[in-house]
């Protein structure tokens, strides 16, 4: 369950995002401000694992509203960091390369990503990429979080207009790969209108959920200018 912190700034200053982080990026923290009503996991987790990953909302000058992840699935919790806090920022495709620690080889999810790292000549080539989720934390921090049954989470930058006969070859793709390693692939487009699924632009939909800031919206195209989209 996603329980999230009030702003420490008030509602009518919340207009913007800072582009040096973008959703998904990974931050490394030199400190998390306590707000009211914060989770009793969060402080141990942040011990253990001082690292958030930036979420989709807008926020005041200065800060960034970002997600922890506790040990369960449903400890997750959205609060805010001030810009200063942040040590280093890790996005998904500096993770893209990245291998956990040796015994953790064998879980679906790294042996899917490992499959991928290795073709070299797969529907991916030409996109930048990489791993999101419990994986991606996982290699980010070298603390065990993916388990048996985790998805790849994967975060495909899309700047340029993907057609659907593309998608739908990139969606087989790793769908096939995935199943030969058994596990399963859960992959994001990162467009100008926001993250869309794959799978839905794939499938051929009227409309498709772009997932903003600003908050969801169905467009046609996520490519076309905000004005012809909504």
Known sequence: MQVCAAPPFAANHALSC?????????????????LDGEPAWVRGSFARAPYAVV????????????????AERSQRYGTWVHRDDIEIAVPPEALARSSPLAERNALPAFATLAALQR??????????????????????????TATFSSDLDLLIRA????SRHAAIQLLDYLQATAQRTGSRVDA??????GGVALAEWAADKARV??????????????WAPARDST
Not at 188 to 193: G, I, K, M, V, Y
């Open 18 to 34: 800072d582009a040096r982080w973008r959703p998904h990026d990974l931050l490394r923290l030199t400190r998390l401000p306590q």
């Open 55 to 70: 979420r989709r909302a807008l926020a005041a000058n200065g800060f960034v509203a970002i997600g922890l992840r506790g």
């Open 119 to 144: 073709d070299t000549a797969g529907a991916l080539t030409g996109f930048v990429w990489g791993p999101t989720g419990s994986t991606g934390f996982e290699l980010a921090t070298q603390i065990p």
């Open 159 to 162: 700047p340029e207009k993907l």
């Open 188 to 193: 994001q487009l990162e467009t100008p209108a």
């Open 209 to 222: 959920m772009a997932r903003h800031a600003r908050g969801p919206l169905l467009v046609a195209d996520p």
